[in-house]
């Protein structure tokens, strides 16, 4: 318990630090909320529509894992996404 709290002590000081057990799973949540925060950093969401002539952008979103929402139109389709800003120009280059 000493060794523990003072391990949690010199975490609370330093950022992007999180105390875990091995032994009892303690810290796992606000480690994976952390890993989590760290992966979506420099995210952004954005809404646009893809003509129906552009089914190989669509493919492409869904192949990046990046589309949130799809809404068939009647022209294509409205996509909701969650993306880097490399995706979204390798996005614009296709």
Do not use: H
């Amino acid at each position: 318990d000493e060794y523990r709290a003072a391990l949690e002590t010199a975490a609370a000081r330093r950022d992007r630090t999180v105390v875990t057990s091995a032994m009892s799973d303690a810290g796992l949540r606000p480690l994976l909320d952390a890993i989590e925060d760290a992966l979506s950093a420099g995210l952004r969401q954005e809404r646009f529509d893809i003509p129906l002539a552009e089914g190989r952008k669509r493919a492409w979103l869904y192949e990046q894992g990046v589309v949130d929402e799809e809404v068939q139109t009647e022209a294509g389709w409205r996509v909701a996404v969650t993306w880097s800003e490399a995706q979204a120009v390798r996005y614009s280059r296709l």
